[in-house]
């Protein structure tokens, strides 16, 4: 089995709760230690980034996140998308792996961080009050947006790109600290294969697949 790595953002955390073990283990013993070397261990299983097989297919639209899907809602329109549209809402618990990967390869076109509330991120709401960082990616075939949101425990939303990037398929481009929701928005001619209540695995899942 191979290494599974760990995102950058996760050392502070994991180290300073090996820290603290260490100062609880002098001051108190051993049994001091306990929990801040169980809260390390959380720190590293939360932030671990495990490597992915992507589809190859060009025509294959995949989850951005791992999840469970919330729900699958039609649209008028998208702001970046611009025609009628699905948007595919995925749940992620604070035991899902929550770093983010684009679903098509493409140039992000578009991208806008919107301040707002940090309410559960299981409430319908979410997407429209809470905090959230939004990605439109294009390429010759397809525009997609993506939207990272924060939860009543995620209030730290991370992102490693900026408008004019490109990305592969299923790359990593960021992450949601401790519970969040995130949402992808494909065009009408995007087929969507995941339904209500699915299970998602970021980069690896087919979410949809455009219509020949």
């Known amino acids: 089995m191979g290494r599974i790595p760990i ?7 994991i180290f300073g709760a090996l820290a ?14 306990i929990a801040p070397v169980v809260l390390a261990c959380y720190f590293t299983y939360f932030f ?12 294959l639209v995949v989850s951005p996140a791992d999840g469970t899907v919330q729900d699958v809602v039609d649209l008028e329109d998208d702001e970046f998308i611009k025609e009628p549209c699905t948007k595919v809402i995925i749940f992620l618990s604070v035991f ?10 493409g140039e992000i076109k578009c991208q806008k961080y919107v301040c707002g509330r940090f309410r559960p991120a299981y409430k319908d709401e979410v997407g429209f009050e809470n905090e959230r960082h939004m990605l439109g990616i294009e390429n010759d075939r397809l525009r997609v947006t993506v939207t990272q949101i924060a939860g009543i425990l995620a209030r730290r939303i991370v992102s490693w790109v900026t408008l004019d990037d490109t990305m592969e398929k299923g790359q990593v481009y960021g992450l949601i600290k401790f519970g969040s929701c995130t949402e992808i928005v494909v065009p009408k001619s995007v087929e969507v294969l995941v339904k209500k209540g699915d299970k998602v695995r970021g980069g690896e899942t087919i979410v949809g697949r455009i219509k020949e």
């Open 96 to 105: 899902n792996v929550h770093v983010n990967r684009s679903p098509i390869a």
């Open 20 to 33: 603290l073990a260490i100062l609880f283990a002098l001051a108190f013993g051993p049994l001091g230690a």
């Open 7 to 13: 995102v950058r953002d996760g050392y502070i955390f």
């Open 48 to 59: 671990r980034n495990p490597n992915r097989k992507i589809p190859a297919d060009e025509a």
